[in-house]
Each structure stands twice: as structure tokens, then as C-alpha cells.
């Protein structure tokens, strides 16, 4: 099911106001103490009306002040992506298409389950990593989505999902269906786009913001080793790495960043991130492609690498997109490689796939990616840590 978004055209009217929504709680308390002489707690009222009241008009902020409401209309804003479609999948996945700015779209799902709703949101426009079987990667990278942009995604989900079943409480907040997860798993890799990544998450898991455990907000990598070192420093929530192959000769060709950091390198750097976070395992993500990484040997070779670490792998059965050479992994040959792994000390689950019907599963999101500034890794890896991850 598709149904298309008829929303006000964008409008060319240069606007200078500041939008609010994705700053963080220290700028928005220096924003409101510097541009409108206010003290530190009208940040926190403003930042409990935008996340978790889901309010964009300063009017409907009904415990500020309207001289303060009106001043704060003339300075600030709260822009949000714009909705183009929407789909529904037959298993109640829905998937929302959303214009970055008059050409580029991301996509952005949510995953409803008995005890969960899980948000899967992006971080770029497509992908610089050229991972061979990822719809994104196929698009080419047009550039970084800045934190409003993340943080909106995240908005306009609980705002579409508010509107369509969950109730108010008399203090503004909402219960029943709501997204408790948030998984950076959609288009980009979020390490290349570091500096707008921590704020947005941030945001996440601040009290004011969305209030989420530091477990339930997920960084999924494809392997950028001096981000996750960085990461390890500065935010602690869940890591999940795009592993996908067992040895370097294979994941060079599947993951090409591999090829400036190594299985080895990786998984110290993901080893070192528990370590500092004190975080309990890292998840390995493992798509399962037929007749390539899904051999016993290719398992036991796995179970060589993580056993006794703390360590969990998802086996990821492939999602089929359109040009794509591989093919999906029979169930029983899926099956057969987890227990392998769990015969040998490792624990190996395999994920439901969700959403295929509208290509809204794991691997599937394309998006709208023009103007490509790279479409190819290929052999421009140093460009790739050089100018796209930005720290």
C-alpha cells in the first residue's frame, strides 16, 4: 500500500530564524539565554513541547508566556522534513519516503512488534561505501543529513503514529504505540557523518529529548575503526557492525572498506569500545548470501574470530533488490550456519525479515539520490576518511 503525502510546496522565501528542533540541551539553554534573555528552564519547556509533545508551532505552547511565544516566533522555527509517500507493508511495517530538499529523499521505517516499535532511521543521502549488496550503496552518496534531519525522522514518525492510535495523558505525553527502539541502520553509514550522528543521538537518550536507554538506540558501522575509537570517548550506546564475511579476502570484495580496515583492526576497535562503555557485546550483522558467505567453513571460520568475546551475531537472510547479482541463502543452509556457530560458543540468531513487500527490509532502502558527488568507493578509500567522515 502507497499513499502519496499532499503537503504545502516548499517554499524559496530565504527564512534566517533558527530551527530548534536537533539542538542539543546546552545550545538550546545558550540559544534562549542569549537571543531572547531567558533563563535556563524555558530550554527544557521548549524541549518537552517539540520531542515529546511532537509540537512545530510555538502558538500551541500554551505554559510560555505569549510575548515570549510571539518573540521566540521571530527568531526560531521548527522545520521538519517533508512526507512525499508513505507505505504500508502487510506485516504493519511502514515505510515513509521524506524530501531532504527539492531533489534528494531518504527513507525511513518502522518495525512494529508485540513488545517494541523500532524506528530505522538514515543518516545520509545513499552511501559512500559501495558494499556490494546494498540497495543504498548502489545509489551513489550525495551528502550528509544534518541533525534536525536526523532527529526529524524520529519526529515525524511519533507525530504519524500519535495521530493513529496512541493516546494523551494529561501531562502532553503519549502511551501505547510509540517507538522504543531507534536503529541507525537505514541509508549512509553514520560514522561518516559523525559530528551531526552524536548530537542527534544525544538527543535520543537526553530525559528532555526522546528519553531512550543507551540500549535502545543502536549505531549500526560498516567498519570506520577511528570513529568507533572516537565514538568510545564521546557517546555510549549500542554497536552493531556490518561484519558479513569471515576472513579479509572475502569481506575486501563485500565491504571494500576493508580494505583500509581490516577484520583484525575492526575488531579491536570494537572490543576497546565495550571496554570504555562498559557495554555487554557488540552485534555483528551477517547478511547470508547463497554460494558466497554461507558455507560451513565460512562459519566455523567465524566461530574461530568471536568465540569467548562478547559478541553476538544476526544472520540476515538477503533481501533481493533490482540489478543485484546475489541471491538469498536457502532457509536451511541459514539454519544449518547459525547452528554451526552455536555448536562452536558463539551466539547466532537469524532475523525475521520484515517489510520485503514494499523493499522496506535491511538492505533494500534506496531513496532519491541525485547530483552523486561519489557513486564508487572503489579505489578512493583515503578520499572516503579523509573528507566523508566528518569528526
Known amino acids: 500500500m502507497c499513499r502519496k503525502i499532499h503537503?504545502?510546496?516548499?517554499?524559496?522565501v530565504a527564512d534566517d530564524r533558527i530551527n530548534l528542533?536537533?539542538?542539543?540541551?546546552?545550545?538550546?539553554?545558550?540559544?534562549?539565554?542569549?537571543r531572547?534573555?531567558?533563563?535556563?528552564?524555558r530550554a527544557r519547556q521548549l524541549m518537552k513541547w517539540i520531542y515529546r509533545r511532537g509540537a512545530a508551532d510555538f502558538s500551541a505552547m500554551s505554559d510560555l508566556a505569549q510575548d515570549f511565544r510571539a518573540q521566540l516566533a521571530t527568531v526560531a522555527k521548527i522545520s521538519v522534513p517533508e512526507i512525499v509517500t508513505e507505505q504500508r507493508s502487510s506485516d504493519g511495517t511502514r515505510k515513509w519516503m521524506l524530501r531532504m530538499d527539492q531533489v534528494q529523499g531518504i527513507e525511513t521505517v518502522y518495525i512494529p512488534e508485540p513488545d517494541r516499535g523500532t524506528l530505522c532511521i538514515s543518516s545520509q543521502v545513499g552511501c559512500a561505501m559501495d558494499c556490494t549488496f546494498c540497495a543504498t550503496a548502489q545509489q551513489g552518496f550525495n551528502r550528509n543529513l544534518s541533525v534536525a534531519e536526523i532527529v526529524g525522522q524520529v519526529w515525524l514518525a511519533h507525530r504519524e503514529l500519535t495521530a493513529e492510535g496512541m493516546q494523551t495523558r494529561t501531562d502532553g505525553s503519549t502511551y501505547g504505540r510509540t517507538i522504543t527502539n531507534i536503529v541507525l541502520m537505514?541509508?549512509?553509514?553514520?560514522?561518516?557523518?559523525?559530528?551531526?550522528?552524536?548530537?542527534?543521538?544525544?538527543?535520543?537518550?537526553?530525559?528532555?529529548?526522546?528519553?531512550?536507554s543507551r540500549r535502545r538506540v543502536t549505531l549500526s558501522t560498516s567498519g570506520l575503526v577511528p570513529q568507533i575509537y572516537k565514538l568510545a570517548e564521546e557517546c555510549n550506546v549500542a554497536l552493531a557492525v556490518s561484519l558479513h564475511a569471515p576472513n579479509d579476502?572475502?569481506?575486501?570484495?563485500?565491504?571494500?572498506?576493508?580494505?583500509?580496515?581490516?577484520?583484525d583492526e575492526l575488531l579491536a576497535a570494537c572490543w576497546h569500545y565495550l571496554d570504555k562503555q562498559n557495554g555487554r557485546s557488540v552485534t555483528f550483522e551477517y547478511v547470508m548470501l547463497d554460494g558466497i558467505n554461507d558455507k560451513p567453513e565460512h562459519a566455523r571460520q567465524l566461530?574461530?574470530?568471536?568465540?569467548?568475546?562478547p559478541?553476538?551475531?544476526?544472520?540476515?537472510?538477503?533481501?533481493?533488490?533490482?540489478?543485484?547479482?546475489?541471491r538469498r541463502s536457502p532457509a536451511a543452509t541459514i539454519v544449518r550456519f547459525r547452528d554451526i556457530l552455536n555448536e562452536n560458543g558463539v551466539?547466532?540468531?537469524?532475523?525475521?525479515?520484515?517489510?520485503?513487500?514494499?523493499?522496506?527490509?535491511?538492505?533494500?532502502?534506496?531513496?532519491?539520490?541525485?547530483?552523486?558527488?561519489?557513486?564508487?568507493?572503489?579505489?578512493?578509500?583515503?578520499?572516503?576518511?579523509?573528507?566523508?567522515a566528518e569528526v
Open 7 to 12: 503537503q504545502e510546496s516548499l517554499s524559496h
Open 347 to 388: 551466539i547466532a540468531t537469524i532475523r525475521r525479515t520484515r517489510g520485503d513487500d514494499i523493499d522496506a527490509a535491511c538492505g533494500q532502502l534506496a531513496g532519491q539520490v541525485t547530483d552523486r558527488t561519489l557513486v564508487r568507493l572503489g579505489s578512493r578509500l583515503n578520499t572516503v576518511s579523509r573528507s566523508q
Open 303 to 309: 566461530a574461530r574470530l568471536l568465540r569467548g568475546r
Open 36 to 41: 531572547l534573555a531567558a533563563k535556563p528552564f
Open 311 to 326: 559478541a553476538k551475531l544476526n544472520l540476515i537472510p538477503f533481501n533481493v533488490f533490482p540489478g543485484t547479482r546475489y
Open 21 to 34: 528542533l536537533g539542538l542539543p540541551r546546552t545550545e538550546l539553554e545558550s540559544f534562549v539565554a542569549e
Open 186 to 212: 537505514g541509508m549512509g553509514e553514520p560514522l561518516a557523518n559523525y559530528r551531526n550522528v552524536v548530537p542527534a543521538m544525544r538527543i535520543f537518550m537526553d530525559d528532555l529529548g526522546y528519553d531512550l
Open 249 to 263: 579476502a572475502l569481506r575486501n570484495e563485500l565491504v571494500p572498506i576493508n580494505r583500509k580496515h581490516p577484520i
